[in-house]
């Protein structure tokens, strides 16, 4: 099971520099984001969610790496798809859930829309825009609602260009602990 760990670490290897519509790498804001969860004192599970949850813009159907290419691959999906081969729903279902919180948070928090970054605003209207009141109701009922809301902030506010944190190697014990066999 350790083996999508060490891919995790050739995906980032490969493809963390890469810029994905912000003024910072992948693997910078995907630090950032843990960092965030990790200071909430999230549980351990949504920490290592915070940490992949973008992974999916290193992966496409094709095989070839989703960065840069100017549209949507629905990388949530596909990122939970992937790290599902070694982590449990603790870890994926948030990932799974993070572009549809920002579509929540929009529909339901007065203010949210006006802090997301520029980038997060075009890709809203790519990701299906803000949630009508039926599907804010619908998404309230997601077992993962509080994990995916708390990831989301944590993507919100991981965007700090000059924002400096721990390594992606010092999350390799937790993401150990958080694999399948291991929880």
């Known amino acids: 099971m350790t083996d999508i760990i060490d891919e995790i ?14 003024d910072l790498s992948l693997e910078s804001h995907m630090l950032q984001s843990a960092a965030q969860a990790d200071s909430l004192k999230a549980p351990r599970h ?13 992966l496409s159907p094709e095989g070839e790496p989703a960065t840069g290419r100017g549209r949507e691959l629905d990388h949530e999906a596909i990122g939970a798809a992937w790290l599902s081969r070694g982590f449990g729903e603790e870890v994926t279902a948030p ?40 599907e804010t109701a619908t998404f309230a009922e997601e077992p993962a609602f509080v994990a995916a809301l708390m990831l989301r902030r944590c993507d919100d506010t991981g965007k700090d260009s000059s924002g400096l944190t721990r390594s992606l190697a010092d999350y390799r014990d937790l993401m150990e602990t958080c694999l399948r066999s291991a929880a």
């Open 9 to 22: 670490f050739e995906l980032f290897a490969r493809f963390g520099s890469d810029r994905y519509g912000e």
């Open 46 to 58: 949504t920490v290592v969610a915070a940490l992949l949850h973008d992974v999916g813009h290193f």
């Open 95 to 134: 990932i799974a859930l993070h572009v549809n919180a920002k579509r929540y948070l929009c529909a339901v928090e007065p203010g949210y829309f006006d802090g997301l970054s520029q980038a997060s605003r075009l890709s809203l209207v790519v990701q299906g825009g803000v949630m009508t009141r039926a």
